[in-house]
């Protein structure tokens, strides 16, 4: 038995490192495939939407066919769509190509979440939450992965063709991984989507979709504007992205003992106040001390993503891989809805500078303190949401004999 969860959970873990790379790779060529077709930043904008939308999308189709078809063949789906997305897009001569072979990485994306998460919570019952936080460590890993080879082949003069293809290398992987993978026929969450769906109606799912949006934002939003801070106060962002993502890494594989000393709902309190704490910090801080500001954001966000998708099936249980599914496409949803926003943050916040007559860098700083400002929402509401939750799933458990997950659906 554990030979065959061991042997799945390395597969999931691969097919992970593949998603995250995307993320790492096609944000360092970016600036090359504008410059190699002639595309504006409005189009660039549409083409990066697309790995946004390609993966809710895919999450909301994944987690209604779950339990009809199994975590295989969703699995068997973002290989094929993995592939095919990244060979459009080393052979793609313009925008429409770029698009649609975007919108596939995205979807393959989404299909892995949409078919590991699940199953790393059904293989792991008694330690969902632990097992799903050591699975996404290879979100932040795959990222340092991607952004050391996207600059080795860089500074070897290697083309943006190239870097897209090494992602080729983990994704032909894990599909010859999947060819010996032995799938059993699992049934630790209610196999019926009819079930699955009566339960998403339930004061504690639909609070925790509520908080998934914030969380993805206040993690993901505020990481696209950090290096805009890094780089006008001469920090470097490369530095800073190697530490962030390996905090991330360390603080996911250990999740186990806080898990189980602070149990999920006060984890999510206590990511809640690090990261407004770092938010703030990065808000009212220039150089040197920029490090500990991102050393405490990237503490903060590190237990966001994979411990809301615990608590959906600790907490949540009968919502089942539905349940996991539209949470986790309703935090990258929320990512890509808030992105435009915040985009309006920083095109204010630049003619204010601007207006003062301060310097190239003095603007830059001041832009990127605003915007962070601005994004200090996010966590700060958190803080409130998830003192309640705490102390809702402390009196659950004060009342009731049984385990965690039949707190409510």
């Known amino acids: 038995m554990h030979d065959y969860r061991s042997q799945l959970f390395r597969l999931s873990c691969v097919a992970l490192t593949v998603t995250s790379m995307t993320f790492a790779i096609r944000a360092g060529i970016l600036g090359q495939l504008g410059l190699e077709f002639g595309l504006t930043d409005t189009e660039l904008g549409w083409i990066n939407a697309m790995a946004f939308l390609g993966f809710p999308v895919a ?13 295989r063949k969703l699995l068997v789906l973002a290989f094929l769509c993995h592939f095919l997305g990244l060979t459009l897009t080393v052979t793609a001569d313009g925008f429409w190509g770029l698009l649609i072979s975007t919108f596939l990485i995205g979807f393959a994306n989404g299909s892995v979440e949409a078919g590991c998460n699940p199953l790393i919570a059904e293989l792991y019952p008694q330690k969902k939450t632990t097992m799903l936080n050591r699975f996404h460590v290879w979100f932040p890993g795959g990222i340092v992965i991607g952004a050391i080879a996207s600059n080795v082949m860089t500074s ?8 897209v293809s090494i992602i080729l290398l983990p994704n032909l992987l894990y599909g010859a991984m999947m060819l010996k993978a032995y799938f059993p026929d699992t049934h630790g969450f209610e196999h019926s989507t009819i079930s699955n769906l009566k339960h998403l109606i339930s004061p504690v799912y639909l609070f925790l979709v509520l908080c998934m949006t914030f969380t993805a934002t206040a993690e993901l939003g505020t990481q696209q504007w950090i290096e805009r801070i890094l780089g006008a106060s001469g920090a470097s962002p490369m530095l800073i992205l190697a530490l962030m993502a390996g905090l991330m890494a360390i603080g996911r594989y250990f999740a186990g003992p806080i898990v189980k000393t602070l149990n999920p709902a006060g984890v999510l309190l206590a990511s809640a106040v690090l990261s407004t704490a770092g938010i703030y910090m990065l808000s009212q801080v220039s150089g040197g001390a920029v490090y500990f500001a991102v050393i405490l954001f990237a503490l903060g966000v590190t237990y966001f993503w994979p411990t809301m998708l615990g608590c959906a ?9 539905m349940g996991m599914s539209l949470l986790g496409g309703a935090g990258m949803f929320a990512v890509s809805m808030w992105n435009p926003i915040i985009g309006s943050w920083i095109d204010t916040a630049r003619v204010n500078a601007q207006a003062s007559n301060a310097s190239d860098t003095q603007v830059g700083i001041d832009v990127a303190q605003a915007v962070l400002s601005n994004l200090l929402f996010f966590p700060a509401v958190l803080i409130v949401a998830f003192i309640g939750f705490y102390f809702y799933v402390a009196k659950c458990h004060a009342s009731a004999a049984h385990a965690p997950s039949s707190i409510s659906n």
Do not use: C, D
């Open 313 to 321: 099936a600790e907490y949540t249980p009968k919502t089942g891989a």
């Open 156 to 163: 070897w003069g290697l083309s943006w063709q190239w870097q």
């Open 59 to 71: 999450t909301m189709f994944g987690g209604a066919i779950y339990n009809a078809i199994g975590a």
